[in-house]
């Protein structure tokens, strides 16, 4: 029995020692240790050599982020994980993990504004140089790495943010792989849809802030991908402080439990609305993979069944009858995430893709009038009623 010291001020000081008990709990324990104690020095060796399994500092990892990380490496087929403070932490740890200085990063057209941004913008300042293909044609990337042939790095989205494009994995990653190039795939928009892993995709990249964990309570993001590749981007993520928290994680975790059922009700619902609004005189376009309309509909068909997702985007053609609709709405919220149990509705020019440039927005499509859907578990009678009245409004 460990010595027990008859000071006041020093029992109150120290931590107890663990209970001893031959049960487990039944769902996981949130642990909130920033520090872990260690015997000595040979165990300090050993963890750092990865001869031995345990955590020392928070910022490096913790049991929560652990088994976060495992739940999706084993759902999305890969070897492990990484859990960060955001999806951006993710993909910025993965860029800089991949990315040497004077190096170039190939991105889809269309990509998420924040992804372009720090690939386009801020590494640009450290001398890493960027191009674009078309997400949709394979061909397009075999181009671009034709005229890249020191890329250390490809980014794409399963579905486009904000107007939902997909990308064929396949084909990509069949040109990335052949190339020698990592590919990392954003899959936020598509959680359980289709596996990338599976189709040959290095890197998968979740926003757990979003479907994932489904209830707009949580800021984390998540990398999954082969063992050594992941451990460079746990070295980075460690140094530039972006591992996430122990709560987050376990919030994360309990989000999931519901993430299939969630996945069906707001495919469903999405694929109603969003013919409901294709429909309307005062819609000038619909966006959503399961519409036969859509330019991808064949391809998302092929890679997600008949599941598309939960996000719709539809335009009104100007961005004062975006704002009056925005306005208009009675029951649902603007905000500017997605994912919740609850609908929302974004504004892309002003949220995601504030500060990108006008034209090359307008040539993707991101158009002043466009309105992102985030579709939850509501009844689709109610959000269209609303959403009807609004669009007259506007």
Same mark, same amino acid.
């Given at each position: 029995?460990?010595?027990?010291?008859?000071?006041?001020?020093?029992?109150?000081?120290?931590?107890?020692?663990?209970?001893?008990?031959?049960?487990?709990?039944?769902?996981?324990?949130?642990?909130?240790?920033?520090?872990?104690?260690?015997?000595?020095?040979?165990?300090?060796?050993?963890?750092?050599?990865?001869?031995?399994?345990?955590?020392?500092?928070?910022?490096? &990892?913790?049991?929560?982020?652990?088994?976060?990380?495992?739940?999706?490496?084993?759902?999305? &087929?890969?070897?492990? &994980?990484?859990?960060?403070?955001?999806?951006?932490?993710?993909?910025?740890?993965?860029?800089?993990?991949?990315?040497?200085?004077?190096?170039?990063?190939?991105?889809?057209?269309? $990509?998420?504004?924040?992804?372009?941004?720090?690939?386009?913008?801020?590494?640009?300042?450290?001398?890493?140089?960027?191009?674009?293909?078309?997400?949709?044609?394979?061909?397009?990337?075999?181009?671009?790495?034709?005229?890249?042939?020191?890329?250390?790095?490809?980014?794409?989205?399963?579905?486009?943010?904000?107007?939902?494009?997909?990308?064929?994995?396949?084909?990509?990653?069949?040109?990335?792989?052949?190339?020698?190039?990592?590919?990392?795939?954003?899959?936020?928009?598509?959680?359980?849809?289709?596996?990338?892993?599976?189709?040959?995709?290095?890197?998968?990249?979740?926003?757990?802030?979003?479907?994932?964990?489904?209830?707009?309570?949580?800021? $984390? !993001?998540?990398?999954?991908?082969?063992?050594?590749?992941?451990?460079?981007?746990?070295?980075?993520?460690?140094?530039?402080?972006?591992? !996430?928290?122990?709560?987050?994680?376990?919030?994360?975790?309990? !989000?999931?439990?519901?993430?299939?059922?969630?996945?069906?009700?707001?495919?469903?619902?999405?694929?109603?609305?969003?013919?409901?609004?294709?429909?309307?005189?005062?819609?000038?376009?619909?966006?959503?993979?399961?519409?036969?309309?859509?330019?991808?509909?064949?391809?998302?068909?092929?890679?997600?069944?008949?599941?598309?997702?939960?996000?719709?985007?539809?335009?009104?053609?100007?961005?004062?009858?975006?704002?009056?609709?925005?306005?208009?709405?009675?029951?649902?919220?603007?905000?500017?995430?997605?994912?919740?149990?609850?609908?929302?509705?974004?504004?892309?020019?002003?949220?995601?893709?504030? !500060?990108?440039?006008?034209?090359?927005?307008?040539?993707?499509?991101?158009?002043?009038?466009?309105?992102?859907?985030?579709?939850?578990?509501?009844?689709?009678?109610?959000?269209?009623?609303?959403?009807?009245?609004?669009?007259?409004?506007?």
């Amino acid at each position: 029995m460990p010595h027990d010291p008859a000071s006041d001020a020093t029992r109150c000081a120290r931590a107890p020692e663990p209970p001893r008990s031959i049960t487990e709990p039944l769902s996981p324990p949130i642990q909130l240790a920033s520090v872990y104690r260690v015997a000595g020095l040979d165990e300090v060796d050993a963890l750092f050599d990865g001869r031995a399994d345990g955590f020392f500092y928070a910022r490096d &990892g913790h049991p929560n982020a652990a088994q976060l990380a495992d739940k999706l490496a084993k759902l999305e &087929g890969a070897e492990a &994980g990484l859990i960060c403070a955001s999806g951006m932490g993710a993909i910025a740890a993965t860029v800089l993990a991949t990315t040497e200085r004077g190096g170039r990063v190939l991105l889809s057209e269309g $990509l998420y504004g924040k992804t372009t941004t720090l690939v386009a913008r801020e590494l640009a300042r450290f001398g890493v140089e960027h191009g674009f293909f078309d997400p949709t044609r394979p061909e397009s990337l075999r181009e671009a790495l034709g005229e890249a042939p020191d890329a250390s790095l490809v980014v794409a989205e399963t579905l486009s943010n904000p107007l939902l494009r997909a990308c064929d994995l396949e084909g990509t990653a069949a040109v990335a792989n052949a190339a020698g190039v990592p590919l990392l795939v954003d899959h936020t928009f598509a959680p359980l849809l289709c596996k990338p892993i599976a189709m040959g995709v290095t890197l998968v990249a979740h926003s757990l802030t979003k479907l994932i964990s489904g209830h707009a309570d949580v800021t $984390l !993001g998540a990398v999954v991908g082969p063992r050594d590749l992941i451990a460079r981007i746990r070295a980075v993520g460690s140094t530039f402080g972006q591992i !996430g928290n122990a709560f987050d994680a376990w919030l994360a975790m309990r !989000g999931a439990v519901t993430l299939p059922l969630r996945v069906e009700r707001s495919s469903a619902t999405a694929l109603e609305l969003a013919r409901r609004l294709e429909a309307h005189p005062k819609v000038a376009r619909a966006s959503y993979p399961g519409l036969p309309s859509h330019p991808d509909h064949a391809l998302a068909r092929r890679m997600f069944g008949d599941r598309y997702g939960a996000m719709i985007a539809f335009d009104v053609e100007a961005r004062e009858r975006a704002d009056r609709l925005i306005r208009g709405l009675r029951t649902i919220p603007f905000a500017p995430s997605l994912g919740d149990a609850q609908t929302t509705v974004s504004h892309p020019c002003t949220t995601s893709h504030r !500060g990108q440039d006008p034209d090359a927005l307008r040539r993707t499509g991101v158009t002043p009038g466009l309105i992102r859907v985030s579709v939850g578990l509501e009844d689709v009678d109610d959000l269209w009623a609303d959403f009807a009245q609004a669009i007259e409004f506007a």
